[in-house]
C-alpha cells in the first residue's frame, strides 16, 4: 500500500470546517484513499472513501487532486464530539484487505 | 442497528498467564480482522478470517494464535503473556458477499483493554 502523510496536528473552532490533508504521492492506479477516525480509544471508525472522483456522504466530503497525489477531508461543521485522530489510508479495496495505520492526524475542535 | 462485540472489555493477566479474548461479528458478516494498539501507538494489525479459514496475518507473534467459527466468532489466543502484550485489542467485521461487497468497509467493535502484571 502506498504511503501516506499527514500534519501530527491541527485545530479548529467549532461549527467551523475543519480540513484535513493527506498527501500520497506514490498511490497507484488501484489503489482508493480511505478516512478512518478514532475517538479517544474507541474502535475506530470509518468516514468516507474514494477513488478518483470527489465524495460526499453524511458525516465528511472527500476531495481528491486531479493528479490524485493528495487529498483533503473536511468536516463541515466541526463539533466537540469531533476531536480525534483521523486516518488516511490508501489501499487496494477488498473485504480481505487489511488497514494500515499511519500516524494520523489529531483534530482538536475548540468551543 | 447491531454492532461488533468483543469480550470481555477488560482483562487483567500476570506474566505467563494465558487469556482469550472473543468478537462476534456484526450479523452476515463473513470476514473478521484483529487490531492491536500499545500505549500511544496507531492500531497495528494482527491476522484476519473469511469464511473461517485465514486469509491474511500481520504482526501477530508465534504465542498468539486464532480463529473463526462456524457462527463466524472468532477467538484470539495469547499464551505466555509478557508486559508489551498490554494493549488494546480491536476487532473489526466486514462484509465479502453481494454487488460492491469488495467495498464495504471494517466495522470495529469497542476493544478489550488487556493488561499483563
Known amino acids: 500500500d502506498a504511503k501516506t502523510t499527514q500534519p501530527p496536528s491541527m485545530d479548529c473552532a467549532e461549527g467551523r470546517a475543519a480540513n484535513l490533508p493527506c498527501n500520497h504521492s506514490t498511490i497507484s492506479g488501484n489503489e482508493y484513499v480511505y478516512w478512518y477516525r478514532q475517538i479517544h480509544s474507541q474502535g475506530p471508525q470509518y468516514i468516507i472513501h474514494g477513488l478518483k472522483n470527489n465524495?460526499?456522504?453524511?458525516?465528511?466530503?472527500?476531495?481528491?487532486?486531479?493528479?490524485?497525489?493528495?487529498?483533503?477531508?473536511?468536516?463541515p461543521h466541526a463539533t466537540l464530539r469531533d476531536t480525534a485522530v483521523y486516518y488516511c489510508i490508501v489501499r487496494v479495496p477488498g473485504a480481505n484487505s487489511k488497514l494500515t495505520f499511519g500516524k494520523g492526524i489529531t483534530l482538536s475542535v475548540r468551543p | 442497528a447491531a454492532g461488533v462485540i468483543q469480550s470481555p472489555r477488560h482483562l487483567i493477566k500476570e506474566k505467563r498467564e494465558t487469556a482469550t479474548l472473543k468478537c462476534y461479528p456484526i450479523p452476515r458478516h463473513d470476514t473478521v480482522y484483529w487490531y492491536q494498539q500499545g500505549p500511544g501507538q496507531d492500531p497495528q494489525f494482527l491476522i484476519s478470517f473469511y469464511e473461517k479459514m485465514q486469509s491474511?496475518?500481520?504482526?501477530?507473534?508465534?504465542?498468539?494464535?486464532?480463529?473463526?467459527?462456524?457462527?463466524?466468532?472468532?477467538?484470539?489466543?495469547?499464551?505466555?503473556?509478557?508486559?508489551?502484550?498490554?494493549?488494546?485489542?480491536?476487532?473489526?467485521?466486514?462484509?465479502?458477499?453481494?454487488?460492491g461487497g469488495a467495498y464495504n468497509e471494517q466495522f470495529f467493535g469497542p476493544g478489550t483493554r488487556l493488561t499483563v502484571l
Open chain 2, 56 to 99: 491474511d496475518k500481520g504482526s501477530i507473534p508465534d504465542r498468539f494464535s486464532a480463529q473463526q467459527f462456524s457462527d463466524y466468532h472468532s477467538e484470539l489466543n495469547m499464551s505466555s503473556l509478557e508486559l508489551g502484550d498490554s494493549a488494546l485489542y480491536f476487532c473489526a467485521s466486514s462484509w465479502r458477499g453481494g454487488a
Open chain 1, 55 to 75: 465524495e460526499t456522504n453524511e458525516m465528511a466530503s472527500l476531495i481528491i487532486t486531479e493528479d490524485r497525489k493528495s487529498s483533503t477531508l473536511i468536516l
